[in-house]
T-cell receptor
Framework: DAKTTQPNSMESNEEEPVHLPCNHS???????IHWYRQLPSQGPEYVIH???SNVNNRMASLAIAEDRKSSTLILHRATLRDAAVYYC??????????FGTGTRLTVIP | DSGVTQTPKHLITATGQRVTLRCSPR?????VYWYQQSLDQGLQFLIQ???????AKGNILERFSAQQFPDLHSELNLSSLELGDSALYFC??????????????FGQGTRLTVV
């Protein structure tokens, strides 16, 4: 399973943008970059995914570096409900999701 | 609501016992995944099934087994339970095993406490 590296924790003020980084220097050409988040006492929830191009959806944006060795999840306006652990995952040929330790995001009112 | 249903939500049992956790995937999803989340281990992939067949194994103990039935629901069987098996067990489903661009949907989990 391909590895990702994320900061253990980050803080953001409410209603400000948040940029959550992820390094995946060993990514292969066919690996998709997936982001999931886990709110307290809940199962993981899909956020966004991409392969090469930047992606936007109603929850977030995903910026992928040109060499694909890193990516950034962007929450445009953090709310208290965005406080969660965010996981950056490479989905490889096994199609399984191998979770790392993730980034715990704290949103400050 | 992800559409994935796990039962029971909570389970308390004694060491040495056997339990069965059940998962109903989203309608139409053929792949089912099982994960274990304990405080000190994070989310550990256990096993994947696709349309009734085992597709991949992760860190699943020999005391644990799973299966996926013709109606696509899945069961995770945990036997000879130990205190260290206390954890949250999550099930996830996704449409197909080979499309890496699809998302997986997770249930709310079963919290197992072994006393």
């Amino acid at each position: 399973d391909a590895k990702t590296t994320q900061p253990n924790s980050m803080e953001s003020n409410e209603e400000e943008p948040v940029h959550l980084p992820c390094n995946h220097s060993t990514i292969s050409g066919t690996d998709y970059i997936h982001w999931y988040r886990q709110l307290p006492s809940q199962g993981p929830e899909y956020v966004i995914h991409g392969l090469t191009s930047n992606v936007n959806n109603r929850m977030a944006s995903l910026a992928i570096a040109e060499d694909r060795k890193s990516s950034t999840l962007i929450l445009h306006r953090a709310t208290l409900r965005d406080a969660a652990v965010y996981y950056c995952i490479l989905r490889d040929f096994t199609n399984n999701l191998f979770f790392g330790t993730g980034t715990r995001l704290t949103v400050i009112p | 609501d992800s559409g994935v249903t796990q039962t029971p939500k909570h389970l308390i049992t004694a060491t040495g016992q056997r339990v069965t956790l059940r998962c109903s995937p989203r309608s139409g999803d053929l792949s089912v995944y099982w994960y274990q989340q304990s405080l000190d281990q994070g989310l550990q992939f256990l096993i994947q099934y696709y349309n009734g067949e085992e597709r991949a194994k992760g860190n699943i103990l020999e005391r644990f087994s799973a299966q996926q039935f013709p109606d696509l629901h899945s069961e995770l069987n945990l036997s000879s339970l130990e205190l260290g098996d206390s954890a949250l067990y999550f099930c996830a489903s996704s449409p197909a095993p080979r499309d890496k661009g699809t998302e997986a949907f997770f249930g709310q989990g079963t919290r197992l406490t072994v006393v």
